[in-house]
Structure formats: C-alpha cells, structure tokens
C-alpha cells in the first residue's frame, strides 16, 4: 500500500522558518516526481514545489522562489520543503502527493498519491 505521511507544520511568526517532511512507504521516493502542494481557506489547492524522482530537477511556484526548498533523502524515503522567510500568505494545510508520469508538473490530475495534509500558520 503506497501511503504518504506528512509532518513539521506549526504556528510560526512571519519571518520565521519550517521544514516539513514527507515519508513514503509501499514505494521509493526516487521511483516518483513528488510535489508539495497547499490550500488556504476559500481557496484552490495550488503547487509549491515539486522533484523529480530519478534526477534532481525542481520547481517552484513563483511565489516561493528563493524562499522554499524541495529536497530528498533518499535513505530515509522522505522528501522534504524547507521553507524560510515565511509571510501570513503562506498560511495553509501543506500536502505532498506522489507522481509517476515523466516531466515536472502541478498539474493535480497527475498526481496520485496524497498525504492528509499538516496544517502550516503564519502569524504573529
């Protein structure tokens, strides 16, 4: 049973930093693109950042380039976001989801396999 596990969200302070994790079981995380995604209250679930399974490629959503950063230990079968400089608008539930198809994409439809999402606050 392919199974996404995320953790690491928290209140945190603007300008504060977190670093999430995403554990795989039932498949290795270098046999699938994963992606970070997020939804706010009233508002669409959209990508963060993805990487690529066989390589190290990745991508951000504009709005967190620079800030965020999409990794992966393979050994520990878990991906992680880092993600520093953080603003009241990053506020949402976080989820990584798995991807088999070729090509870096937020495109949802693609995407699989979903963790339950870990709840991530910026506020003062």
């Known amino acids: 049973q392919l199974q996404l596990v995320e953790s690491g969200g928290d209140l945190v302070q603007p300008g504060g930093s977190l670093r999430l994790s995403c554990a795989a079981s039932g498949f290795t995380v270098d046999s699938y693109d994963i992606g970070w995604f997020r939804q706010a209250p009233g508002k669409e679930r959209e990508g963060v950042a993805c990487?690529?399974?066989?390589?190290?490629?990745?991508k951000y959503a504009d709005s967190v380039k620079g800030r965020f950063t999409i990794s992966r230990d393979n050994a520990k079968n878990t991906v992680y976001l880092q993600m520093n400089s953080l603003k009241p608008e990053d506020t949402a539930v976080y989820y990584c989801a798995a991807d088999p198809w070729d090509g870096l994409s937020f495109n949802l439809i693609r995407y699989n396999y979903w963790g339950q999402g870990t709840q991530v606050t910026v506020s003062s």
């Open positions: 990487i690529e399974g066989s390589g190290s490629r990745t």
